[in-house]
């Protein structure tokens, strides 16, 4: 799994998951939100394999979703 950071407020999953999806197959797709419903402005995305992740990492960052230049990190926090 990957973190997405500096996403757009515009972004809901399925634009994350439709733009993450160059890189391969996405299991799950999801922008965090404030208790409000507001979007933090990050996601995390889920692919089919541990390559496909690598994939989005290696070419997915600095690419523009909704205006915004994106990044994508492996996801540090815990499942």
């Known amino acids: 799994r990957v973190y997405v950071g500096n ?31 507001r979007s933090k402005g990050c996601g995390i995305v889920e692919f089919a394999s541990s390559d496909e992740a690598q994939e989005a990492i290696t070419t997915l960052t600095d ?14 926090e815990t499942a």
């Open 7 to 37: 996403l757009s407020w515009d972004v809901a999953w399925q634009d994350l998951k439709d733009h993450m999806r160059q890189a391969g197959e996405v299991a799950y797709a999801e922008v965090m939100t404030e208790s409000d419903g």
């Open 63 to 76: 690419t523009e979703l909704k205006g915004r230049m994106i990044f994508v990190r492996e996801d540090r």
